[in-house]
């Protein structure tokens, strides 16, 4: 596969205690390997999703660093195919390992990059999913634990519209083993959300925190989601309960 090589230099400041250091990247196209001072701190095979990798061991602080990103081209996605003789993408059949997109030729780092600090206990991920069928809402959460420790938290999410608090879940108490993830669910019921829709893109903004158990506030996460659930029936589409017929081109920008 033909690779490019990217180079930054970037210092940071001392951290607080029990916090870690990540470097997380919006979108690489495709297979990358990153290195920091030097050091291995991780790899990505995927072109469109996000992903962080841990620099806390390799970082230097009120010091510059060096950050090297090794990319491959759409051909490192490729499996049970000679890749060096891979010329086009329509010559190969059931040889694609991963999404690649229309514009598989264009190849690099193309979204975002930044320095995130987390505490060894964060929230990874937060997932709203809601129904209008069920009049409910069910909220996942996503917790890791990097401490050598167990650790016990509550997750607390609050609902707000505009500011105003307009739904509060029940909190929920776990304990995380170290160095893992936990995955918490909470659904609930709502009875007369404020439906979003095209004509009313209405937005509320989800609170999810998490807290020892002394109280103290380790992690927080916001979240915007709009309250609507869309179903088909035969061909066609539903959009909260209303008939909803979609025109569209096939447009594909990455």
């Given at each position: 596969?033909?690779s ?62 060096e ?21 086009d ?82 909190n ?36 999810t ?46």
């Amino acid at each position: 596969p033909y690779s490019v090589w990217f180079r930054k230099r970037f210092s940071i400041s001392s951290i607080p205690p029990d916090n870690n250091v990540f470097i997380r990247f919006y979108g690489v196209k495709f297979h990358c390997v990153i290195y920091v001072n030097g050091h291995d701190v991780g790899e990505h095979w995927d072109g469109f999703s996000p992903f962080m990798v841990n620099i806390t061991n390799v970082v230097k602080y009120n010091s510059e660093n060096e950050l090297l990103v090794f990319v491959e081209d759409w051909r490192s996605m490729l499996q049970g195919v000679n890749k060096e003789r891979a010329k086009d993408v329509y010559d190969l059949h059931d040889a694609i390992a991963y999404p690649i997109g229309s514009q598989y030729t264009n190849y690099g780092i193309w979204d975002s990059v930044e320095i995130v600090i987390l505490p060894k206990v964060w929230i990874s991920d937060v997932f709203v999913m809601t129904s209008v069928r069920l009049r409910n809402i069910t909220v996942r959460v996503e917790v890791r634990n990097d401490d050598i420790f167990k650790r016990e938290i509550v997750v607390v999410n609050r609902i707000y519209d505009h500011g105003r608090l307009a739904k509060e879940l029940k909190n929920i108490t776990v304990t995380i083993p170290a160095k893992s993830s936990l995955t918490v669910n909470i659904t609930e019921g709502w009875e007369d959300p404020h439906l979003w829709s095209p004509d009313d893109p209405h937005l509320y903004v989800l609170k999810t925190i998490i807290v020892d158990k002394n109280g103290n506030v380790i992690d927080e996460k916001r979240t915007r989601f709009g309250f609507r659930e869309f179903w088909i029936v035969g061909d066609s589409f539903y959009l909260n309960g209303k008939h909803v017929i979609l025109r569209a081109t096939g447009c594909h920008p990455l």
